[in-house]
């Protein structure tokens, strides 16, 4: 079966990175592509990007542009988000999820929680 | 950017009862628009794309319709499960955008 799964949750400092892992199993990895959707404590869902894992092809959104990096590992079927300059409003939980058709975000990892704070 | 605008915010319905949710959009989206259903500390589930098209092992009770800049997700006979919140999403030149939400609360 189709499984995501995350690393777990990090504390940062502001002006810190933070690095996700989303470890993909039950299907062809090259195949789909993977967006990152996060969620601020009690807000909406907010796109963050996406990455082919068959070229490595990325698309980001305007306001993260800089900031966010997200690459993969096809040996290890894994994606990876990178966020830098982490501010308190980069709090929330992070999720990865397959995207078909660029997308239809069929599957989704757990999220993993991101906590910026002094 | 297309900005995509939820209504109502929330609905207050008892079970049984006929669920309609709008999604408007504030350019053409044709129909790249999908819907998805969060439940508390959850991830979301995908439950309609391409406006009209039931994702796999979602319910017949749930449909989408529209196109253009004006959706509409129907549940036609609201079971204890699908109170959630549920958010609208749409795909143009590779940038995508969610709504804000409509939570559909028990009466």
């Known amino acids: 079966q189709v499984q995501l799964v995350q690393s777990g949750a990090e504390v940062k400092k502001p002006g810190a990175s933070v690095k996700v892992s989303c470890k993909a199993s039950?299907?062809?990895?090259?195949?789909?592509?993977i967006s990152w959707v996060r969620q601020a404590p009690g807000q909406g869902l907010e796109w963050m990007g996406w990455?082919?894992?068959?070229?490595?092809?990325?698309n980001y959104a305007q306001n993260l542009q800089g900031r966010v990096t997200m690459t993969t590992d096809t040996s290890t079927s894994t994606a990876y988000m990178e966020l830098r300059s982490l501010r308190s409003d980069d709090t929330a939980v992070y999720y990865c999820a397959r995207a078909v058709a660029y997308y239809q975000f069929d599957y989704w990892g757990q999220g993993t929680l991101v906590t910026v704070s002094s | 950017e297309i900005v995509l605008t939820q209504s109502p915010a929330t609905l207050s319905l008892s079970p049984g009862e006929r669920a309609t949710l709008s999604c408007r959009a504030s350019q053409s989206v044709s129909r790249y628009l999908a819907w998805y259903q969060q439940k508390p500390g959850q991830a979301p589930r995908l439950l309609i794309y391409d406006a009209s098209n039931r994702a796999t092992g979602i319910p017949a009770r749930f449909s989408g319709s529209g196109s253009g800049t004006d959706f509409t997700l129907t549940i036609s006979s609201l079971e204890p499960e699908d109170f959630a919140v549920y958010y609208c999403q749409q795909r143009t030149n590779l940038r995508l955008s969610f709504g804000g939400g409509t939570k559909v609360e028990i009466k």
């Open positions: 039950g299907y062809t990895f090259i195949s789909y592509g």
């Open positions: 990455i082919s894992a068959y070229n490595g092809n990325s």
